[in-house]
């Protein structure tokens, strides 16, 4: 990958930090649940941790969110297959599926898409391997430890994580996945979810954001504004989701480029799923796009 990548991996890191503050801290506000997407009830854990490992499933694309219309160039789709990361604990079990391209030369942005698949749950291992450290039995007087065991048992917390993604735009000129994480913790009283998103432009092997395509930020907040409003969202979300809250958040909330549409993926309060995804007609958005020739690529000429 290039140098230039560097400032864009921390712009990003700074971006799943935030993420990860609204997932892991109680949220602040009381709202009703809205946009959750309800992760399946977990299997039986092995009586032990085994080691991850990745299988190979079938390779293919994925419709577009419903209501979305097909537009833009039709160019000639790149090979990619799916692998999945499975783990399986006491406490925690994982399955998350991502994209790998074929063919030659796609060794760094194959490594940089497992990566970016698997960000959160190695957040979640990290918190696992942190609790069950701080849960380790220390030596102590035999008065404490009487005290100890007649205290009543403590629930074992469960956390399962479900993440799979979508190629949208696999094209040979640009790629974009979405990612969508969701996660049931025993210790919430309901699910969240993450949503994140990755583009490259295939010719140069150069990770593409928000601020790479996008160039009047004021009328894309306004135009996301008024999608939310027509998408009849709770209240509670039309409230929090200000024109001015989506203005702060541009450019650097994630973005997934389909076949006629474009979504935005914004951090909300857990209660309300933890992300909200607006998606906008690709020549909506389009209006507000910067002079980048990528945007030939996605259908916009």
């Not at 994209?99 to 696992?128: I, K, V």
């Not at 409003?229 to 209240?235: I, S």
């Not at 450019?251 to 998606?279: H, K, N, Q």
């Amino acid at each position: 990958m290039k140098g230039g990548k560097k400032g864009k991996g921390m712009r990003f890191a700074a971006a799943v930090l935030t993420a990860a503050v609204l997932l892991f801290s109680p949220s602040c506000e009381a709202m009703p649940q809205a946009a959750v997407s309800q992760a399946a009830s977990p299997s039986s854990p092995s009586a032990a941790p085994s080691a991850p490992e990745a299988t190979l499933q079938t390779a293919g694309g994925d419709a577009p969110p419903a209501g979305t219309e097909q537009e833009g160039t039709q160019n000639p789709a790149v090979s990619y297959r799916m692998e999945e990361y499975h783990l399986a604990g006491e406490t925690l079990e994982i399955t998350v599926s991502y994209p790998q391209l074929e063919g030659d030369g796609r060794e760094e942005l194959n490594t940089l898409l497992r990566e970016r698949a698997l960000q959160t749950a190695e957040l979640l291992e990290q918190e696992q391997k942190q609790t069950e450290q701080a849960s380790e039995p220390v030596e102590s007087s035999p008065d404490a430890s009487s005290a100890e065991s007649s205290s009543a048992p403590q629930e074992q917390r469960m956390v399962l994580l479900i993440g799979g993604s979508q190629c949208y735009l696999p094209t040979d000129d640009f790629f974009s996945v979405a990612f969508t994480m969701d996660i049931n913790d025993s210790a919430q009283q309901m699910p969240s979810k993450e949503w994140y998103a990755f583009n490259c432009d295939l010719h140069t092997g150069e990770e593409i954001t928000c601020a790479d395509l996008f160039a009047d930020l004021d009328g894309l907040a306004a135009a996301l504004r008024a999608q939310v409003e027509q998408d009849g969202v709770e209240n509670s979300l039309l409230t929090y989701l200000t024109k001015d809250r989506l203005r702060a958040g541009l450019p650097g909330v994630p973005v997934a480029f389909g076949s006629g549409f474009v979504e935005f993926g914004y951090p909300v309060p857990r209660s309300a799923g933890g992300t909200l995804t607006i998606t906008l007609p690709l020549h909506v958005a389009a209006a507000y796009r910067s002079d980048s020739t990528l945007w030939e690529a996605i259908g916009i000429s």
